[in-house]
């Protein structure tokens, strides 16, 4: 089935690559609802998610070529959005990650009650108020499905240094739905 | 031990892409696009164009290269052939004439530059056929000038010699 729908934007790829306008569309509808909220979620801004979105599908129709098929379109489409967004986070230097211990605990921590408030609206409120390396290694890896290598490579810190973010996010992120539950 | 908040986002991942960005984005893409693409199309275009002019000029260079370039060299071949027919005509002539004066006499210094001549013709004969050149054009046909001047010479001088003897007349043929 994987295989189906592989093929199916294949074909849709090779078009897009020869400039079917058409092609070009189907891509981006099929593409652009994930791609916005992945850009959403680093960037925290409609209006730059939307930017970096626009500015992702131009890049990636325009380099389609270099696409190889290595990965799936989404994954390479992806990669391209996570880039754009981290580099408009970063060009406003907002602030960098932060270099305290408070959060780094232990991974095994017992699990914390939530209450029965635990919902995606609420959860993603909090993740919002993340700074922003903390929320960007989180909504890499538990969302957008990295490991930590890619991580380090994307961001570009270490591997144990990705690890430690994401600890110390879970743990504020943790902290913060427990503040509002 | 599974913690719950990542539990609670892996079972609900589908929901955290719940936005949509604005048409404006695509209108923004295809516009940008829209300019490139033109330019794409039109560079396959003209790409697929010169490929066209490309092949069928090969075509024609090539296949002609193998019909119309040897009548080329065949036409300025047999001009050369005639130009040699007629001095060969001519030397051939004298020489008989010059065979008949001196049946009796050796052949000496002029038989052996003539032969000389005629040795280095023959080189530039197979030479003309490895890579014929105006050059070697030019050297067989002096080649075959010089050797008219001296049968003439030749002539010349046994007419001088035999005139009392003979009443053949040698053709003074200027060249």
């Known amino acids: 089935m994987d295989h189906g729908v592989l093929n199916m934007h294949d074909e849709l790829i090779a078009r897009g690559k020869a400039g079917d306008q058409e092609a070009h569309r189907r891509l981006y509808k099929l593409y652009s609802k994930a791609m916005y909220n992945v850009g959403l979620r680093i960037t925290r801004s409609e209006e730059e998610a939307e930017d970096v979105l626009q500015e992702a599908f131009i890049n990636a129709f325009r380099n389609i070529d270099s696409y190889r098929g290595d990965a799936t379109f989404g994954a390479w489409l992806k990669r391209i959005v996570v880039n754009k967004a981290i580099n408009a986070v970063s060009r406003k230097k907002h602030d960098p990650i932060p270099d305290d211990d408070r959060w780094d605990i232990a991974e095994d921590e017992p699990p914390a009650d939530y209450g029965d408030g635990l919902t995606v609206d609420r959860v993603k409120r909090c993740m919002e108020e993340l700074p922003d390396g903390y929320r960007t290694v989180l909504s890499l890896y538990l969302l957008e499905g990295y490991d930590h290598q890619e991580i380090g490579e994307i961001m570009g810190i270490s591997e144990s240094t990705s690890k430690s973010q994401l600890n110390r996010a879970k743990a504020r992120l943790r902290e913060l739905l427990m503040q509002k539950s | ?175």
Not at chain 2, 40 to 64: D, E, H, K, Q, T
Not at chain 2, 96 to 119: V, Y
Request: aromatic share 8%; hydrophobic share 40%; charged share 30%.
């Open chain 2, 1 to 175: 031990m599974k913690d719950r908040l990542e539990e609670f986002i892996r079972e609900n991942r589908a929901a955290f892409d719940d936005k949509e960005p604005s048409e404006k984005v695509w209108s923004n893409i295809n516009a940008s696009l829209g300019l490139r693409r033109t330019g794409v199309w039109n560079s396959l275009v003209l790409w697929r164009a010169a490929a066209v002019i490309f092949m069928v000029l090969c075509g024609y260079l090539l296949i002609p290269k193998n019909t119309e370039n040897p009548i080329a060299v065949d036409s300025a071949r047999s001009e050369f052939d005639d130009v040699e027919a007629f001095y060969i005509r001519q030397i051939s002539e004298k020489v008989e004439m010059i065979d008949e004066f001196q049946k009796s006499e050796g052949l000496n210094g002029f038989t052996h530059d003539f032969q000389q001549l005629e040795a280095m013709y023959m080189v530039l004969k197979e030479e003309i056929k490895t890579s014929p050149s105006q050059k070697v054009k030019d050297a067989l046909v002096l080649n075959l000038l010089i050797r008219i001047d001296l049968l003439n010479q030749q002539l010349h001088k046994l007419e001088k010699e035999y005139k009392k003897d003979s009443q053949d007349e040698p053709k003074k043929q200027s060249v």
